[in-house]
């Protein structure tokens, strides 16, 4: 896993234990080092668009986006979607149709 060198990372040994990965910390202000975070931030702004104030946004306006964006296929994932390859490594399901 890699992250940026927010606070919200302190706890990143405990993260890296109980979820069985490494964790590498991306050097500052080298954006492509985090590439699927910064693709999702990309697809978000489609949604929310800077300066958005997310405190006015309603649960169901995130939930929708939620769906939105886990029901989206991806070239990385072979044109599945993510939820499908979730359900699928969770489940052992076939690929769903939608």
């Known amino acids: 896993m890699t992250v940026d060198n927010g606070r ?3 706890g990143h040994k405990e993260i890296s234990s109980r979820l ?5 910390f991306a050097h500052p202000y080298h954006s492509w080092e985090r590439g699927l975070n910064e693709n999702t931030n990309g697809l978000l702004r ?3 668009p800077k300066k958005t104030d ?5 649960d169901q306006k995130v939930e ?3 769906h939105m964006l886990n029901n989206r ?3 990385l ?3 599945l979607a993510p939820y499908e390859v979730f359900n699928h490594i969770t ?3 076939k690929r769903c149709t939608y």
Do not use: C, G, M
């Open 91 to 93: 489940y052992k399901t």
């Open 77 to 79: 994932l072979d044109f």
């Open 54 to 58: 997310l405190r006015k946004v309603s």
């Open 64 to 66: 929708h986006v939620e």
């Open 8 to 10: 919200e990372f302190a």
């Open 20 to 24: 069985n990965v490494d964790v590498y």
């Open 73 to 75: 296929p991806r070239k």
């Open 46 to 48: 489609q949604y929310f």
